[in-house]
């Protein structure tokens, strides 16, 4: 037994990682023994191959995984099949490790950590807290190899929603923000530097939430836990002679479908009145309830009102208030009205005043009021933030397309809760091929 005088000068902290490092070699080791003395792997001579051909029995052979204990160096069962000239081990599928040296809990926690910081803080994590040794080019690859299964998993796995606790108004809300890529992502494209060029490319996110309570106000308030996110860099456009829908409608759809917006008694898509945003709308949700932000609108007159009476002055604000005033009245005859005043000497008042005459039936905010409906898109815009913007948005970021992509799913996926969703199929499609390797033709 230690006591007080006897522990002074002990650095407990390095004793701790001490015992821990040690703990961890010991059950990597049993853990180890075990496997390799389990040659149930091997049960037959033959075994039916992917191709349709037979695979034979072609000894053991070594190969080091890494693990949250630690590396071990496991035999497995090698089959190998004449047919179509490829061999695989039973063994590796079982244990999910068929494609990668890292176990399935490794994959996981790399992943996790990669999605909410950067692939240097997140190796200095995991063997910080974790003691798990690896570099940020590890992770990097392992992160986007697991993001890039779970955008697989996204578009081939739709499953409707099924609940009867769902909100009798759902909200559908879809933005763009960009990233910034490599060099090599932005040849050709047109983009919004003085000289014409782009910096970034344009990931479409699309959320959907409820919103039944209230606050002190009877502002409507998202529901705790309703929203959920699906985003890639993929285009919104369709042309008059596209017979289907772009890739990013797709996605819309494929997330109404989750979280039963196609289904819901009453429908509600928020945008900030970019043209594209109600092209989809109008394809995918007819029956919808359309409405423009009304801080992106009330955003707008005060540009006008700075274009037209400078910066900072009392004109300037005394005038937004009034058209902030009539917009939020419905005063929209009178709000059109007096930017056309403006009209020919202001380009910004004649480009606000064509945007409000285009939507002023998305506009009309005391009817959506009377209605208790959301009017803004603050959800969206967080979601922007949360989802792509602090992580993907980070100085002196650049990405590939298909990096970032890979990561965008893998942070949708976790910030939606559908993760646990994505690993449960993920380990049950390691079990049913193991127990097809098992199974005779």
Same mark, same amino acid.
């Given at each position: 037994m230690i006591g007080p005088g006897a522990a002074e000068g002990i650095d407990f902290e390095a004793v701790e990682t001490a015992v821990r490092r040690e703990a961890m070699r010991i059950a990597a080791r049993a853990v180890e023994r075990r496997l390799n003395a389990d040659h149930s792997d091997h049960n037959r001579a033959w075994l039916p191959c992917a191709c349709g051909g037979q695979?034979?029995?072609?000894?053991?052979?070594?190969?080091?995984?890494?693990?949250?204990?630690?590396?071990?160096?496991?035999?497995?069962?090698?089959?190998?099949?004449?047919?179509?000239?490829?061999?695989?081990?039973?063994?590796d599928r079982a244990l999910?490790?068929?494609?990668?040296?890292?176990?399935?809990?490794?994959?996981?926690?790399m992943g996790l950590a990669a999605a909410m910081v950067s692939?240097?803080?997140?190796?200095?994590?995991?063997?910080?807290l974790a003691g798990v040794r690896g570099n940020a080019k590890q992770v990097e690859r392992t992160a986007e190899a697991l993001g890039r299964e779970i955008a697989q998993d996204?578009?081939?796995?739709?499953?409707?929603?099924?609940?009867?606790?769902?909100?009798?108004?759902l909200y559908l809300g879809v933005d763009g923000t960009g990233v910034p890529v490599r060099r090599s992502e932005l040849v050709d494209r047109q983009g919004k530097q003085s000289d014409g060029s782009a910096k970034t490319r344009?990931?479409?996110?699309?959320?959907?939430?409820?919103?039944?309570?209230?606050?002190?106000e009877g502002v409507p308030v998202r529901d705790e836990g309703s929203i959920g996110y699906s985003a890639a860099i993929e285009s919104a456009a369709t042309r008059d002679t596209d017979k289907a829908p772009s890739q990013f409608a797709h996605r819309v759809m494929r997330e109404a479908v989750r979280r039963g917006f196609d289904r819901v008694k009453r429908q509600v898509v928020l945008g900030d009145g970019a043209p594209w945003i109600w092209r989809l709308s109008g394809e995918l949700f007819p029956e919808a309830i359309e409405i423009v932000d009304r801080f992106h609108a009330k955003q707008r007159l005060s540009e006008v009102s700075k274009a037209i009476f400078?910066?900072?002055?009392?004109l300037a604000k005394a005038w937004a208030r009034q058209r902030h005033d009539d917009l939020d009245e419905g005063r929209l005859d009178d709000l059109l009205c007096a930017l056309e005043g403006h009209a020919l000497r202001c380009d910004e008042a004649r480009k606000c005043r064509d945007y409000i005459a285009e939507n002023?039936?998305?506009?009309?905010?005391?009817?959506?009021?009377?209605?208790?409906?959301?009017?803004?898109?603050?959800?969206?815009?967080?979601?922007?933030?949360? +989802? #792509?913007?602090?992580?993907?948005k980070r100085?002196?970021?650049?990405?590939?397309?298909?990096?970032?992509? *890979?990561?965008? $799913? %893998?942070?949708? +996926? #976790?910030?939606?809760?559908?993760?646990?969703?994505?690993?449960?199929?993920?380990?049950?499609?390691?079990? *049913?091929?193991? $127990? %097809?390797?098992?199974?005779?033709?």
């Open positions: 695979a034979r029995y072609g000894g053991r052979r070594p190969k080091s995984f890494m693990t949250v204990l630690g590396e071990l160096r496991l035999l497995r069962a090698y089959y190998h099949c004449e047919t179509c000239n490829r061999g695989f081990f039973p063994r999910g490790m068929d494609e990668s040296s890292l176990s399935p809990s490794l994959t996981r926690m692939f240097e803080e997140a190796a200095v994590l995991l063997e910080q996204e578009r081939a796995h739709v499953e409707p929603f099924c609940g009867h606790d769902i909100a009798p108004t344009e990931v479409k996110l699309c959320t959907v939430w409820s919103a039944e309570g209230r606050d002190k400078g910066v900072g002055t009392d002023r039936n998305r506009m009309r905010y005391p009817a959506f009021h009377a209605q208790s409906l959301c009017t803004s898109t603050g959800v969206v815009e967080a979601g922007c933030k949360l +989802a #792509i913007g602090t992580r993907l100085a002196g970021m650049h990405w590939s397309v298909q990096g970032a992509d *890979a990561i965008i $799913a %893998l942070r949708c +996926a #976790i910030l939606s809760g559908r993760f646990e969703d994505f690993w449960e199929r993920r380990a049950e499609r390691s079990t *049913a091929c193991d $127990a %097809l390797s098992y199974t005779a033709e």
